[in-house]
């Protein structure tokens, strides 16, 4: 994996990078120690091989490091959690994708 550097910024509720001066984005929203993952937004200028995937993969990790649980309500997002199930851990009890 390619680790991504994230910026959290909480003013807009999303997580950002910036490549090669674009910024892409997850938003969310969070509740009771639970992060709602509801949009990712990569334009299509952003052509890295694997970076939404890596993306991803960084922002769970700094969700994970805070010991919260995630619920992807993007469809993009809940479709990487259901082809990488190392994730499943992350999700609340009774959540399935």
Request: without cysteine; hydrophobic residues 30%.
């Given at each position: 994996m390619n680790e991504v550097e994230i910026?959290?910024?909480?003013?807009?509720?999303?997580?950002?990078?910036t490549v090669e001066g674009i910024l892409a984005k997850i938003e969310y929203s969070s509740q009771e120690r639970k992060v709602f993952l509801t949009k990712l937004v990569v334009p299509e200028e952003i052509?890295?091989?694997?970076?939404?995937?890596?993306?991803i993969k960084s922002v769970l990790h700094r969700i994970q490091e805070q010991n919260l649980r995630?619920?992807?309500?993007?469809?993009?997002?809940a479709g990487f959690l259901r082809k990488n199930r190392q994730y499943k851990e992350m999700l609340p009890v009774g959540i399935r994708i």
């Open positions: 910026i959290d910024n909480t003013f807009l509720r999303q997580f950002e990078t052509t890295r091989e694997g970076f939404k995937e890596d993306f995630v619920v992807p309500t993007s469809p993009q997002i």
